[in-house]
Structure formats: structure tokens, C-alpha cells
């Protein structure tokens, strides 16, 4: 029998906007989107072979359109403007368990093969991964202020393991190996995916996994069939948007990132009945950074309290 993560989010029906927000999530009732959608994802996207059935049948049970907040929080008029707020660039609604989310100390702690050899101390954790070269190691450097605590590489593919990196000495983040990369051994991706796939899924002390999506190019179907794996198997899961300082250039089609994040917002649509939780990031300016370590604080609170 699998185990599941021990945090399943609640969300709540609540009447503010992301006012921070530079753009709002298109309606859900809108169809009319500049790029066509995608076909169901039939394939798993985490083993290529795998006879998963991700085809859109019922979506993923979560209220229409609302945003996260832990439970027990105070959604009165009164507590709405006292204790809680939206993040800047998020959907996300901070409550009264976003405390300590300084980050003081870091450290790496081993890469493992298995998820049986992952650190077995109990420590809360969240997992970062996303297609090779989305900005995974950056983003994690900046999410600690260091500047090589994980090693970077223009080279796609350069995290091949589950690493962990023990911060405040309280939690971890966890690096995973990224998906997508065609350049690497068939057999090579088979078996990174596998282990990713199982420390998904067998992983008691995964908090929840931060799903990196490249705001810089138009929505990608693998990131959208990940984030439906992810959510069909009741995975705890957060759009991170990675590079959002790019600019319109040709390559992305003179979009700029929150026309992309936008796009990726109604394309997911099909698959959840929500738009999930999600932020926008650049490790080149720090956009986000803060906004990140605020909303694992009020995760990992209310995962320690239950």
C-alpha cells in the first residue's frame, strides 16, 4: 500500500484578490486562449512507459477558484486585514502560521539513489523539481542566500540524485532530478524517474513539492501532465515560476512572463478545479524568494502541529 504525505491542504471559499498580483488568473469559464490545448496527457511524466491513465475524466477535486490557506486560520473581516494577507506575485493567502521563515543556516547533507536511503531523522521537507535547466539549483542558492550551496550547470541534467540540504537545522530541501531532458541515456532516465516517482509517493516527511515551470517560454504539455500526476496522486503541490525578470523576445513569442504564467494558469485548468497555489520567481533579482520561504513557514507549521 502507498503512503501518502501527510499534508492534505484545505481551501477555502474567500472573497479577496491577489491584489499584489500583476495579472489575475483568466476566469475558469474562459475557453478562448491564445494557444490551442493539449490533447489529455495519456503517458505518465514520470515513467515515460507507464500505462497511468492521466486522461481528463474527473477533474481534481478542488474548489472552484479558491485560494490556499491553512486550516483553523480566521477568515473573518477582522482577521482578514489583521493576520492575513495575499503574497506579491501569488495567489497564495498568508495566515497565522507564516512565522519563521528566516533562513539562518544550510548546509548539504547527502544525495541519495533510493528513497529509503533519504535522511530518516523525521524532518519536514520540500522538494523542488522541473524540467533540466529550469533554475531548480538557482533557485534553491538564492532561497538560502549562498551562492554554491548547489551546484548550477548550463548542462542539463546535472542533478541525478535526491539531494538534501538541511536548513535551521529543522528542515530540509530537497533537489530532485529534472524531467525532460532527451539528451540524457534512455536508461538513465528511467531509473531517475523511478526513484523520483517513489520518493513522491512513499516519502513521509515530504511537506509538498514545488513544481518549477519556466515563465520565460509558452506552457509546456510535460509540465502540465506533471502537475496532473501530481495532483491525482494527492500530492501537495506548488507552481513555482521560474525566470519571470525575462523580457518578450522571439523565442517566447513577444509574450511576456505573466502572459505565459497566464496561458499555463487556463491551460491547467483542465485538470483541477482550481488554479493550485503558485508564485513567481527570479533568482537573478530574488523576485520571490521571500514569498517562498514565507509560504513553506505556514506549511511546515501546520505539518509539525498535525
Not at 3 to 20: C, E, G, T
Not at 23 to 31: G, I, K, M, N, Q
Not at 33 to 51: G, M, N
Not at 53 to 68: C, E, G, M, R, T
Amino acid at each position: 500500500m502507498l503512503l501518502q504525505p501527510r499534508l492534505l491542504p484545505r481551501f477555502f471559499s474567500i472573497s479577496i484578490k491577489p491584489r499584489f498580483s500583476p495579472f489575475s488568473p483568466r476566469a475558469a469559464h474562459l475557453t478562448t486562449i491564445p494557444l490551442p490545448l493539449p490533447s489529455p496527457p495519456i503517458l505518465s511524466p514520470i515513467i515515460p512507459e507507464s500505462d497511468l491513465d492521466l486522461s481528463i475524466q474527473n477533474p481534481i477535486a478542488l474548489p472552484l477558484q479558491k485560494l490556499f490557506v491553512p486550516p483553523e486560520t480566521d477568515l473573518s473581516s477582522d482577521a482578514k486585514s489583521a493576520h492575513s494577507r495575499v503574497l506579491t506575485g501569488s495567489n497564495i493567502v498568508l495566515g497565522p502560521y507564516a512565522r519563521d521563515s528566516q533562513v539562518a543556516s544550510a548546509e548539504y547533507v547527502k544525495s541519495s539513489v533510493r528513497t529509503a536511503d533519504c535522511p530518516s531523522d523525521g524532518l519536514p521537507e520540500f522538494a523542488l523539481v522541473g524540467r533540466s535547466n529550469v533554475g531548480k539549483s538557482s533557485l534553491l542558492n538564492s532561497l538560502v542566500r549562498r551562492k554554491n550551496l548547489a551546484l548550477t550547470s548550463k548542462k542539463p541534467g546535472k542533478t541525478q540524485l535526491i539531494n538534501h540540504f538541511r536548513i535551521n537545522d529543522s528542515w530540509y530541501l530537497v533537489d530532485l532530478p529534472g524531467y525532460g531532458y532527451a539528451s540524457a541515456p534512455k536508461d538513465s532516465r528511467l531509473i531517475w524517474e523511478e526513484f523520483t516517482k517513489d520518493y513522491f509517493l512513499k516519502r513521509e516527511t515530504l511537506v509538498s513539492v514545488f513544481l518549477l515551470i519556466d515563465a520565460s517560454i509558452p506552457a509546456k504539455q510535460i509540465d502540465l501532465e506533471y502537475a496532473s500526476w501530481l495532483g491525482r496522486n494527492r500530492v501537495p503541490m506548488t507552481l513555482i515560476f521560474t525566470k519571470c525578470d525575462k523580457r518578450k523576445k522571439k523565442k517566447n513569442g513577444g509574450r511576456r512572463p505573466e502572459e505565459n504564467i497566464e496561458i499555463f494558469l487556463s491551460l491547467i485548468g483542465k485538470f483541477f478545479e482550481t488554479t493550485p497555489p503558485w508564485i513567481m520567481t527570479s533568482s537573478l533579482t530574488n523576485m520571490g524568494r521571500d514569498e517562498i520561504l514565507l509560504h513553506m513557514s505556514q506549511l511546515r507549521n501546520y505539518w509539525l502541529k498535525h
